[in-house]
């Protein structure tokens, strides 16, 4: 009985110190730097996207032991999405006609990602790099080392055990290249 009443606290915080990693992850210089995402705010809103995309397959993988924490970070990705949008100014009328937007794109962007990534398709996975992230299917160079990295983060991901996991300990891999 104890065990049921503490788990929703415990997954609550184990989804958000994985939603911080995640964070952290789409943030680094690397990407920007090396693998020319311009610093924009979509750019990085995309690289977020990548991010969750990624931490949701891992999660995914383990079905049902896994799914209330994937719900835990996917809702921490809507509330800070929802903070960020009213810190840009959008008024309390207008924020859920952008988050309804802005969700079918996350959503639409996700289900390809998780495709290319079950697959490991690196010219599908570019492509739709190029177009979200890059905003220019012709720079498909940064796009495919893009790809490359988010499917060796996608294995790094995936060797990692379940257990520390759903403690919210998740290892992002530390080169990008």
């Given amino acids: 009985m104890l065990e049921r009443l503490f788990r929703p606290r415990q997954a ?7 939603y911080a990693g995640l964070v952290e992850q789409a943030r680094r210089p690397e990407l920007y730097r090396d693998l020319g995402v ?25 079905g049902e032991a896994a799914a209330d924490l994937g719900q835990v970070v996917f ?3 809507v509330g800070a999405l929802d903070d960020s ?8 009328l ?14 639409g962007r996700m289900l390809g990602y998780q495709r290319a990534l079950e697959v490991s398709d690196r010219e599908a996975l570019g492509g739709l790099l190029a177009r979200a992230v890059y905003g220019d299917e012709a720079r498909t160079v940064e796009a495919a080392r893009l790809a490359g990295y988010a499917l060796d983060t996608h294995l790094a991901l995936s060797d990692q055990r379940l257990d520390d996991i759903l403690r919210g300990r998740l290892a992002w891999p530390g080169e990008i290249s």
Avoid: N, Q
């Avoid at 705010?41 to 996207?49: G, H, K, N, P, Q």
């Avoid at 949008?85 to 309390?92: F, S, T």
């Avoid at 207008?94 to 959503?107: C, F, I, N, Q, W």
């Fill in 94 to 107: 207008s924020v859920a006609k952008k988050m309804r937007k802005l969700g079918e794109a996350v959503y």
């Fill in 85 to 92: 949008l009213r810190e840009l100014g959008v008024g309390d």
């Fill in 12 to 18: 609550r915080v184990a989804g958000e110190a994985l």
């Fill in 38 to 62: 311009d610093d924009r705010i979509d750019a990085r809103f995309e690289l977020y996207v990548l991010h969750l995309s990624l931490l949701l397959a891992r999660l995914k993988a383990d």
């Fill in 75 to 77: 809702d921490t990705f």
